[in-house]
């Protein structure tokens, strides 16, 4: 596993040093950011859906919004030169941006909810990555990379997770379980990727204990549409249930490809 690893992780280096090449102009936002913190020498990491977007699809992957992760210290250089830009404040120290028509997150690194809450102890942008529920989540690049050094990658099982093309947790703890829910069926059905056993009884168990109507409005807020209504949602809590009873501890599809539709579909058997 080392070997596919360092062969994933030179794979992302590359792919996202193209991306935000300046010959790529679908990401004029992602550049005009980069730019700015490559002038200041800023410390950042792009968290999120890029890294992961970017490793499947290289430069033609379009993002929707940009998060990154500063050192605490250079944070406030940050927010004050974009202040122009702030849409809002959070709770917990975070910004909300709009730059160049795109939406960019950025927090500093002890402001991670992991790291504030005690979760994952000692923060660093090495253990950033170790406090994302999901392993596919679970990757993160550095913005700029130093002069004549390479871009530092870190990651917690998401490379592992890709070759393996299977979802697992990387941290159980989670102040949005709904999310979590949302996240893993909307990623498990894009890729088609299995759920690893603890995965499906944390699922299940949030399906059965919570209401499905939760799961409805966590994928409204997170995605601006419902892509598994309730009457779906208790199928999948259903078959759930079955391969839990089954005792198989083998990781569990959800969805299959139909060789004729061409997307991936609920299992029903």
């Known amino acids: 596993m080392a ?15 193209d991306f935000v090449s300046n010959r790529n102009p679908g990401v004029l936002s992602v550049l005009h950011t980069l730019q700015t913190m490559r002038m200041r020498g800023w410390t950042a990491f792009v968290f999120g859906g890029i890294p992961r977007g970017v490793f499947d699809d290289g430069r033609r992957y379009r993002p929707r919004d940009l998060d990154l992760v500063f050192d605490d210290v250079h944070f406030g250089y940050f927010e004050s030169a974009c202040e122009h830009c702030l849409e809002r404040r959070n709770s917990y120290g975070g910004l909300r941006l709009r730059i160049n028509d795109m939406a960019v997150d950025a927090w500093p690194l002890s402001a991670t909810w992991a790291f504030r809450e005690g979760l994952v102890k000692n923060p660093s942008f090495e253990k950033l990555p170790s406090t994302t529920f999901l392993n596919i989540d679970g990757v993160i690049v550095e913005a700029v990379a130093p002069r004549f050094k390479k871009r530092r990658v870190y990651e917690a099982g998401f490379f592992a997770g890709w070759n393996e093309r299977t979802l697992d947790i990387n941290l159980r703890e989670n102040p949005h379980p709904g999310i979590c829910v949302a996240r893993t069926f909307h990623i498990s059905k894009r890729y088609g990727f299995k759920v690893s ?5 944390y699922l299940w168990q949030v399906l059965v204990t919570r209401p499905l109507a939760e799961v409805e409005t966590a994928q409204a807020s997170h995605y601006g549409r419902v892509e598994f209504g309730a009457d779906q949602l208790g199928r999948i809590r259903q078959r759930l249930e079955k391969h839990l009873n089954s005792s198989s501890l083998f990781p569990f599809a959800l969805f299959t490809l139909p060789a004729v539709q061409g997307e991936f579909r609920l299992r029903l058997d």
């Open 3 to 17: 070997e596919v690893s360092e062969s994933f992780e030179e794979t992302l280096r590359q792919k996202f040093a």
């Open 197 to 201: 056993h603890r995965l499906s009884m």
